[in-house]
């Protein structure tokens, strides 16, 4: 799927457009912390983490089966949507034994959302294997997708801010 968005802008913008993903293309399963719920739901990022962006306006539309997912980008590259069927993440083992997680599930009310992403750095680094950096999609509900944001276009690596 993702050469077919390279390959297609303009259906890459439609998706956008109607909610169907929110591309972060700086996420990894390594090293970052994601939460996905309501403003009133947000309680990963406490105290210990500094808000370090802000994006508003991007779209989402969680379909019947209340599922959304959040993964890597390399996800779509060879795309299953059977691999998905009645789990909760996608996970592989590394040569050396390791569990590395490609993609979460979260439970979300069916509907249409307007999220407002933001991006969180740990103020006192913890080693590794601990997140230092990590992503909210905080969802508001919403009766239309009249605007939106391309995540895409955006500077999103926290990692460098």
């Known amino acids: ?15 956008l457009k109607e909610g169907a993903w929110i591309p972060v293309s700086t996420i990894n399963s390594i090293r970052y912390l994601v939460n996905v ?22 779209n989402l539309k969680v379909g019947s089966d209340a599922a959304d997912w959040v993964g890597s980008l390399d996800g779509l590259d060879d795309w299953d949507p059977t691999e998905y069927d009645k789990k909760d993440s996608i996970s592989y083992q590394t040569l050396d034994g390791v569990t590395l997680f490609r993609s979460f599930k979260f439970e979300v009310k069916p509907g249409m959302y307007k999220v407002r992403l933001i991006g969180f750095k740990r103020k006192n680094t913890l080693p590794h294997p601990d997140a230092n ?11 239309i997708f009249d605007t939106f944001t391309n995540p895409l276009v955006e500077d999103v690596n926290i990692a460098k801010m």
Not at 1 to 15: A, R
Not at 133 to 142: P, R, V
Request: hydrophobic content about 40%; charged content about 25%.
């Open 133 to 143: 950096f990590g992503f909210a999609f905080e969802l508001t509900e919403t009766e």
């Open 1 to 15: 799927m993702n050469g077919y968005f390279d390959k297609n802008k303009p259906f890459l913008e439609d998706s």
């Open 37 to 58: 719920a309501s403003a009133a739901e947000q309680t990963v990022f406490n105290a210990d983490w500094q808000e370090v962006l802000t994006l508003s306006n991007c």
